[in-house]
């Protein structure tokens, strides 16, 4: 167990929402280059931060 488990709990919220747009930025840029593939995947990428989102905020209450 953590020391100071709410500082973790919000650094993975944290890091969630980052991942989550680096994802579209980089599904954005991909689609601007004809990178389907790899525009698709980070779309994938993208929503499944949706329930870590939220299941790291839960945890966070």
């Known amino acids: ?7 973790t709990i919000l650094m993975m919220t944290l890091l969630c929402i ?5 994802a579209i930025a980089v599904g954005v840029v991909a689609v ?3 990178e389907y593939i790899i525009a698709a995947a980070m ?3 993208a929503a499944w931060q949706i329930p870590n989102y ?8």
């Open 43 to 45: 779309l994938l990428v």
């Open 1 to 7: 167990m953590p020391q100071k488990p709410k500082r």
């Open 18 to 22: 980052v991942i989550g747009l680096a």
């Open 32 to 34: 601007a280059k004809e």
């Open 54 to 61: 939220k299941q790291w905020k839960k945890s966070f209450k």
